[in-house]
């Protein structure tokens, strides 16, 4: 008897509406926790409404980036585009445990790590190179851009970020994409096991890894060396007696920070508490962080340059 009465429709009034790009991981995250997105859903959704068909231009002091409404398409000033799509409530977080990233490739499981090198003409390379040349260090420079593909780092990584997220009770955990200078002997070292918080240095906002915003900034902690790049395996990469110098471009769980101290063992040195992630310089335009835990960082890229 209900064939000939209308289907009543959900009542989604009180039903927020988010947006969400397709990460790394092949999975849907909402745009707030994209590193390099200032704008939030509700700021998406209210430039949707004037016109579901045009192009929103981003602009912010540390990018630039188009929205296809009608392509559901987010192009940075790279050329890399990224799927983005709204919805009410579309299964969010990493579940890329045990699983690569969908950009990785030729990946072998028995290797500790592999160190994949790009092609200067691929949007990858691009996009990292766009990220070392913002204030200084010159494309003519870069000698090589390399991928890291290191699974037990990368599963560590994943799984200290679903325990942040579970501890927490959020479904996102703020991540940047962080430089780190250091010697081209240390490489080896640090893509096969990460970066040692025993070796870290007292520094002014805490003994812990320092990460940078700026390339030039870790350019100051990186030594030029005529040592090629030591692969695994025995193998080496680059030419003999040539001088270059090495930063790693990092992905880090930021998460919330807290201005740090000199002194400090972790973000909330002295406190019960432990409400915070990482130590910063600044609040407000942090431009140096500090991790305490090996497994909020996974070294992604290195660069090699002169």
Known sequence: MWDNEEEEPMDTSETPLFWYYMGDCGRWHRFE????????SEDMERYFGRDSKGVLKGLSSDCHFNIDF?????TDVTGRKISV????????????VS????FWERVDPTCPYQLIPLSELSAEYQ????YVNKDGLLYRSIVSISRIQNMDLWDMYCRKKKQLMRIKGVKEIQEKKLFHGTEIRNVDTICTYNFDLGLSRQGAYGKGIYFAKHASYADNYSSSSTDQLPLYGGKTRGSPGEKTKVIFLARVMVGKSTVGQKGFQKPD???SKNSHDSCVNDIAHPTIFVIFDPNQIYPEYLIQYK
């Open 33 to 40: 926790n994209h590193p390099d997105n200032p704008l939030r």
């Open 99 to 102: 699983a690569p990233p969908v």
């Open 127 to 130: 996009t990292v190179a766009d």
């Open 70 to 74: 009608s392509a559901m398409i987010r």
């Open 269 to 271: 040195h002295g406190s």
């Open 85 to 96: 799509q709204r919805g009410y409530n579309i299964e969010r977080g990493c579940s890329c």
